[in-house]
Structure formats: structure tokens, C-alpha cells
């Protein structure tokens, strides 16, 4: 293992709400994840859950028991256990609202976008960030994610905000879009980490400009929301996600810079997991801010507990060039990254 990496998190996301990935899922933690140096579990859950606080936005079957399960047995395997709820952006796919928006369709930024618009029209929906009861709703839903999961860390997404100060919309009309971001991230900061004493993530594509970085505008801002990063407390870690291989990822050392805590995220092309590992380990190894390198994650996004389990029983043969089924070849991809980033880095 690098130096640098002893006792950082190295993680593994991906979405889940139903309770027949649960399951599939800790057998595959336990059989191949911590094998491969995993050490932490990050569950993108959104509306996945059955709230107790609002039951009618409940969009899967993920339940108490559910976390209960995988608290428990995630502690016998070392794993630190980290819940993910969507906040801001990422309300919905394309036109398609989440429940939030379809059950409170008063807390659409853009009510006006048709449900079946898609891109360019539109990439995902937000919540509109000054509308008084957001939090009202949103709040009790992160309080029995951080209870149920026992969590010390909280995940809030946030990322590719492209909906935000809507011309449209009579609350948030011609505002500073850094002040409109940099707002929500305070409020969640305040209530997750001030009062509940909980570590907060954040996904940090918006707050990089595209322009200088030299990003694309998915990994980057074009929008003017990157200044909020001179707005935001610097206690916040920030998963720097880059999936394209380049030259340099100038992120990671702005971040640093800045005093904040990074945690470099990579995909499903391994090669360019390693050039933007490498890339990282190496500044954070010469410069003075080695402690401000939070760990690696590996991200899965639509992998299910399912689809890995069944990847996992047959891992080495695909390996070996066995075909691999239409269904399972993202999750293959992402494995077979993880694998790559285990014996390059963490073995």
C-alpha cells in the first residue's frame, strides 16, 4: 500500500433501494470489497427508503431492518457505513420528477419543464433552494438515515447542478447562483454537521470552473456557481469526481489549497482511475498538504446489489475472457477498476 493511503477511507458507491439488494450486496462486500481494500460503503439511497417521516415519498423498498442488517454486519467487516440523499439537483431523471417534486411539485425550481423533456432540455430537476418548506421535508428524512445507518458521516450529493436561479421561478429570479449553492450547502452543514455532529460530504464538481480547470461541464462548472467554494465551511470533505483519463487534474491541489479535505473519485475506465490516482497520490505525497487526502472511492452509480453478487461469482473467468452478459459489463468494468486500483495502489 502507498504510505499516504495507510488509514484513509478507501470506498465503494453506489445506488440501492430495494431490499433484494441487501443481501447480494454484503455477501459481494464480504467475498470480493474488502479483499480489494475496501474499508468504506457509500449507499446513494435518495428516496429509495421507506420514511418513516414521510412515508408518501418512499420510492423503494429499502426499510429499517434493511439498515439495521447491513449496520451490523458492515461492523463485523470493518466497514464504515455512509447514507447518500440528492440534494438540490439530481431530482429526477431528464423531464421525470422524484417523489419529492411529484408529491410537493410547489418545490420545483422549473415546474414549467414538461415531464417528458429530456437533454439538452433538461439533464436532471432541482428543488428550489428559497422555498420555506424544502427543509421542513428534507431534514427529517436525513435525521433517520443518519439514525437507521448509524452514521458518523453524511453524503449529500449536489452534484451537476444544472438547474438553479431559474428565470423563471418567482423565488430564486435573478440571484447570484455561488450565493443560491453556497446557501444550501450552509443550511445542510449547519443541521448535519453543527447539529447532529455528523461529517459532511459533498460532490465537488460545481465548485470548479470549467474555464480554468479545463474540465468538462459535467465535472465542472459553466454557470457561475463555482465561486461558492469561498463561501462554504472548509470542514466539508469534497469527492473530487473526474472519470476521463488526462494530463492533470488541477482539482485536487486547488482543494487542497483552499483547505479542504479530498476524496479523489473515480468510474468504470481504469485507466483512467490510475492516471487521476496517480496524479493525486503524487501532489498530496510532495506538497504540504498530505493530510488533506481523505482516501480513493470507486464509484458504481447504477450497480445493484444484484448485479455485483452476480458479477462476483464469476469475476475471474470474465477475467480470463469469458463472455460477459450485456447486463453485468458496467458492473465488470467497475470491478475490474476496483481490482486495478487495489493491486496499483492498495495491495
Not at 440523499?85 to 429526477?92: A, S, W, Y
Not at 419529492?100 to 439533464?123: A, M, N, T
Amino acid at each position: 500500500m502507498s504510505e499516504i493511503l495507510k488509514n484513509k477511507k478507501i470506498a465503494f458507491h453506489l445506488r440501492i433501494g430495494s431490499s433484494e439488494d441487501v443481501i447480494p450486496l454484503m455477501n459481494s462486500v464480504e467475498e470480493f470489497l474488502v479483499k480489494r481494500g475496501i474499508n468504506t460503503l457509500i449507499l446513494e439511497i435518495n428516496t429509495g427508503y421507506k420514511f418513516n417521516s414521510h412515508p408518501e415519498l418512499s420510492e423503494g423498498t429499502l426499510c429499517k431492518q434493511d439498515a439495521k442488517y447491513i449496520v451490523e454486519r458492515s461492523k463485523i467487516l470493518g466497514i464504515e457505513v455512509i447514507p447518500l440523499f440528492e440534494c438540490l439537483g439530481h431530482q429526477g431523471w431528464g423531464g421525470s420528477p422524484n417523489s419529492i417534486l411529484r408529491v410537493y411539485p410547489e418545490l420545483d425550481e422549473s415546474p414549467y419543464i414538461p415531464y417528458q423533456s429530456k437533454w439538452p432540455e433538461i439533464y436532471c430537476r432541482s428543488w428550489c433552494p428559497n422555498h420555506p418548506d424544502i427543509y421542513k421535508i428534507v431534514f427529517p428524512m436525513i435525521e433517520e438515515l443518519l439514525n437507521d445507518f448509524e452514521a458518523k458521516y453524511f453524503h449529500v450529493g449536489m452534484d451537476e447542478v444544472f438547474i438553479l436561479a431559474d428565470e423563471k421561478c418567482p423565488r430564486c429570479h435573478g440571484q447570484n447562483k455561488a450565493e443560491l449553492f453556497a446557501n444550501v450547502v450552509n443550511k445542510l452543514y449547519s443541521y448535519i454537521a453543527e447539529e447532529k455532529n455528523t461529517e459532511m460530504i459533498l460532490w465537488a464538481d460545481r465548485l470548479l470552473d470549467k474555464n480554468k480547470m479545463g474540465y468538462s461541464i459535467w465535472d465542472a462548472d459553466n454557470l457561475g456557481i463555482w465561486p461558492a467554494i469561498d463561501k462554504i465551511n472548509n470542514d466539508i470533505i469534497l469527492a473530487d469526481w473526474h472519470y476521463d483519463k488526462l494530463n492533470k487534474y488541477p482539482s485536487v491541489e486547488f482543494f487542497a489549497e483552499k483547505g479542504f479535505r479530498v476524496w479523489p473519485s473515480c468510474w468504470k475506465d481504469k485507466e483512467a482511475a490510475i492516471s487521476f490516482f496517480d496524479y493525486s497520490i503524487e501532489y498530496f505525497e510532495k506538497s504540504d498538504y498530505k493530510d488533506f487526502l481523505y482516501g480513493l472511492m470507486v464509484t458504481g452509480w447504477n450497480l445493484s446489489g444484484r448485479s455485483i453478487f452476480e458479477t462476483v461469482k464469476e469475476f475471474d473467468n470474465f477475467k480470463e475472457g469469458k463472455e460477459i452478459p450485456d447486463n453485468l459489463k458496467d458492473t465488470f468494468d467497475v470491478l475490474d477498476t476496483l481490482d486495478s486500483v487495489y493491486y496499483r495502489f492498495i495491495k
